[in-house]
Each structure stands twice: as C-alpha cells, then as structure tokens.
Nanobody, 119 residues
C-alpha cells in the first residue's frame, strides 16, 4: 500500500500564490508518475499537472505558465501555483501511479486539500 499526505491548501485572493506538497510513503516498488488533479463542485476530477519518474512534466492548458510541478526524489511532489484565479478553486488531489508490494500497477489518491481563490 501507498499512503499520500497532502498539505498547503487554503484561501487566497486572486493573483496570489499557494504551494501544495504531497509525500508518498509505504511499500513503494516503482513510480511511474506523481501529480495533481482537482475537482470543483459539480464537476469531474481533472488533471492539473504530472511529473514522471524521469522528470517529464505535463500540464493542463488552463494552468500552463502559472503552475509549476516539481519532485524531490519523486516520493515528494510539489505544485507551485501563481497568479491564481477564482476558477482555480477546487479540491486538489495528489495522485501516485506506480507499483507497491505486489508489483501491480495502481493509482493511489490523497485525501484532498481545498484551494479557494477569492475574487
């Protein structure tokens, strides 16, 4: 099993910044990628940004040039969010895609952290 602990959400005014952190622990065998997804009320969960084990990054068009994903030994992943907009308001979930003790490829999710951007 893999456990994910997120931190860093909160309330910020439009134009402000927040930094999200996520730490993975447990019986990790290999990591394909880690990343962040978000879900606004009444909407589906959407990709925000991912970083592969090799360091390749991928961003949603809506956050390019504003958000930056980075990793620290890939078991820790950060999301620096600048120039925040009210449309960025959502619960942000950390995602881990990889293999744990039984070597099966799975997705694991954090508990979510609320980001609220006021106008």
């Amino acid at each position: 099993q893999v456990q994910l602990v997120e931190s860093g959400g909160g309330l910020v005014q439009a134009g402000g910044s927040l930094r999200l952190s996520c730490v993975a622990s447990g019986s990790i065998r290999s990591i394909d990628a880690m990343g962040w997804y978000r879900q606004a009320p009444g909407k589906q969960r959407d990709l925000v940004a991912t970083i592969s084990g090799g360091g390749n990054t991928n961003y949603a068009d809506s956050v390019k040039d504003r958000f930056t994903i980075s990793g620290d030994n890939i078991k820790k992943v950060y999301l620096q969010m600048n120039s925040l907009k009210p449309d960025d308001t959502a619960v942000y979930y950390c995602n881990f895609r990889g293999r744990s003790g039984d070597w099966k490829l799975r997705d694991y999710w954090g508990q979510g952290t609320q980001v609220t951007v006021s106008a």
